[in-house]
């Protein structure tokens, strides 16, 4: 089991940036993938992104916007967050499995079940 910590939410003007972190217990690159996902009110939890030691995979709704990175000497992966709409204001979670799902697969359709490790959450909120 991987501990996962998120911080970095807040709230933010429609066009803004943030910055979310992701602490996390130890772990040797390219052994856990690192995902991230959102839930807002009243939808179904979605896939953002999930990265390997090789390849990153965003879903098509923040492809371009968002960059995720990890940095494993400080045991951190984060979420760059740009031009943000209203539509991202969500609960933004950070999970972690021994891999991500099957390339090809629509990230923003990722199953929960596939990651065995999550954080409590961060919340973001886009508004005016």
């Known amino acids: 089991q991987v501990q996962l910590v998120e911080s970095g939410g807040g709230s933010v003007q429609p066009g803004g940036s943030l910055r979310l972190s992701c602490a996390t217990s130890?772990?040797?690159?390219?052994?856990?993938?690192l995902g991230w996902f959102r839930q807002a009110p009243g939808k179904e939890r979605e896939g953002i992104s999930c990265?390997?030691?090789?390849?990153?995979y965003y879903s098509e709704s923040v492809k371009g916007r968002f960059t995720m990175s990890r940095d494993n000497r400080k045991k951190m992966v984060y979420l760059q967050m740009n031009s943000l709409k209203p539509e991202d204001t969500a609960t933004y979670y950070c999970?972690?499995?021994?891999?991500?799902?099957?390339?090809?697969?629509?990230?923003?359709?990722?199953?929960?079940?596939?990651?065995?490790?999550w954080g409590r959450g961060t919340q973001v909120t886009v508004s005016s």
């Open positions: 990265m390997t030691g090789r390849e990153t």
């Open positions: 999970a972690a499995d021994p891999m991500c799902p099957r390339p090809g697969t629509d990230v923003r359709k990722y199953p929960s079940a596939d990651f065995g490790s």
């Open positions: 130890s772990f040797t690159l390219d052994y856990y993938a």
